[in-house]
C-alpha cells in the first residue's frame, strides 16, 4: 500500500506530457494502425488524456506490485525477500520508471508489463506448472503485443522457454508455452507490416545518425545505389529548422530508394561489416544511454533521495562502471553456485533469460532505429535491473523449486552438513550388514515382517 501511494503521488496532478506521436496511440485499428492494439486499445476506450495518465499510474502501481509479490515468494529467507521488496520498490519509484505514467506514449505500460512478464518467467523457470506456464503465457501475449519491438523479442523468448523444455521438469509446459509465444510472435510481425510508417522514419534515422555522418560508410552506401544528395539534404533541413529524416523521406529522389531498396543495402552492409554490426551495441555511447535511463519525457516528483536513484541509474562513468561490475560479479556468482546446485539452476536459467533477451534488445534497437535509445531500451533494461537484483537475494536467501519451498542455503550448508550426512548413511548401511535373530526386527522393519521371511529386495539372513 504505501509503494502504491508513492507511486501515484509521484506524478498525481502533474502536467500532461503530449508528443507530436501521441495522437497515434488513440488510433485503435487492428490493421493497419500506427501503434500496437494492447496500447491503443485503453487510449481509445479512454480517450480523455487526464483519464490515461492516471489509468497508467494505477496500472503501473499494481503490476509493480504483483511482479514483485510474485518474485519475492521464490525467495526462502524471510529477511532477504524483504530486502528484495524493498529494493524492487525502489527501482518502481525512480524518476526513469514514474515520469512515463504522465506521458502519453507506449513505455508506461510497456515498463508495467515488463515487470509482470520477468516475475512470470522467473517464476516458470523455478517452478514450473499449470500456473506459471498460464502467468508466462498471458502477460506474454500482452506484452508481444504492446510494440513491434517486443513482439520480436517475444521470439527470443520463445526459444528460451523451448530450451527449458530440455529439461525433464519443464518439459510438459515449456514446449506448448514457446509454440504459443511464438505464434503470438508471428501475430505482432503481421501488425507490424500492416504499415511502413515507423520502419521508414526509422530507416531515415540510421541515415542520418549512423551513415550519412560518416564518410567511409557513405561511400559504402552509395557505390550500392544511395543518392549522393544527403549530405546536401541534411544542410537543407538544418537550414529549414526541419527534422532531417523527414527530409529525406520527402526528397523525390531519396525517397523512392529509401523505401524501396535501404532495407536490403543495410542488411549486406552489416553481413559484410561485422565488426560495426557486434559493435555498435556495445559501443561505449550506446551502452550508456542504456545504463542512463531517461527522465526527459514526462513529469514526476522525487519521492525517494538522489542517492537511492543514482544506485539504479548511474550518471558519472565511474558509477555506471561500478554497477557493470556489479551486474558481472552477480552473474559470476550465479554460475558457480548453479554448477553446485540443480535448483541454482533453476534460478540462473530464468535471470540469464531475462538478460540474454536485455542484449538482444539492445541489438535490435541499435540495429532498426537512429535515435531515442535512452527511451527504446528502457522497458527491457528495467527488467534486466529487477532480475539481477532477484539472482543477488536468492544467492544470499535461497530460492523455491518445483513444488516444495527449500532452502538452497541451508541444503548447501558446507562440509560439516556433509559430513553429517555421511555419517548418517555409514550408520544405516552397518545396521543392514549386522546379523539378527528370526523374529527380531530386521532394520526398517517389524518383527512380524522378520518372521514372514526376507520379502522382496531383503536378503535371507541366517
Known sequence: MVFAGLRVLATVGLPVSVWPDSASYFDFRLWGAVRFPMVTAPYSLLGDPAAVVGVQAVVGAVAWALGLLVAARLITVVGVRLGF????????????????????????????????????????????????????????????LSRPSQSLLLVVVAVLVAALGSVRSHRRWAWPVAGTLAVVAVVGGLLASSTSQVQEYNSAQILVQRVLTSDERTEWFVSRGMPDTGAALLAIAASRFRDPAVELQDDPRFGPWLRDEFTGVYLRYLVSHPGYAVGQPLSQDTTARALLGTDE???????????????????SSAARLVDVIVALVVLGAGVAAAVRSPGRRRAL????????????????????????????????????????????????????????????????????????????????SAADRAPHTPGAAAPGG?????????GPGRPDTP
Open 85 to 144: 521488496l524493498l529494493l524492487g520498490c525502489a527501482l518502481g519509484l525512480t524518476p526513469p520508471v514514474t515520469t512515463f505514467d504522465r506521458a502519453l506514449l507506449s513505455e508506461s505500460f510497456a515498463i508495467s508489463l515488463t515487470v509482470l512478464l520477468v516475475a512470470m518467467v522467473l517464476h516458470f523457470a523455478c517452478r514450473p506448472g499449470r500456473t506459471a506456464a498460464a502467468g508466462v503465457v498471458g502477460v506474454g501475449v500482452l506484452w508481444g
Open 297 to 315: 519525457y514526462g513529469q514526476a516528483r522525487a519521492v525517494l533521495p538522489g542517492p537511492v536513484v543514482a544506485v539504479f541509474w548511474p550518471r
Open 349 to 428: 536459467a530464468g535471470a540469464g533469460g531475462v538478460l540474454l533477451v536485455t542484449v538482444a534488445n539492445l541489438v535490435l534497437v541499435t540495429h532498426t532505429t537512429g535515435w531515442e535509445y535512452e527511451r527504446l531500451l528502457l522497458p527491457v533494461g528495467i527488467g534486466a535491473r529487477l532480475a539481477l537484483v532477484w539472482l543477488a537475494a536468492t544467492l544470499v536467501g535461497g530460492v523455491a523449486v518445483g513444488g516444495v519451498t527449500v532452502s538452497e542455503r541451508v541444503a548447501s550448508a558446507g562440509p560439516a552438513w556433509r559430513w553429517r550426512r555421511r555419517g548418517a548413511a555409514r550408520t544405516a
Open 446 to 454: 517389524s518383527p512380524a515382517a522378520t518372521a514372514a521371511g526376507p
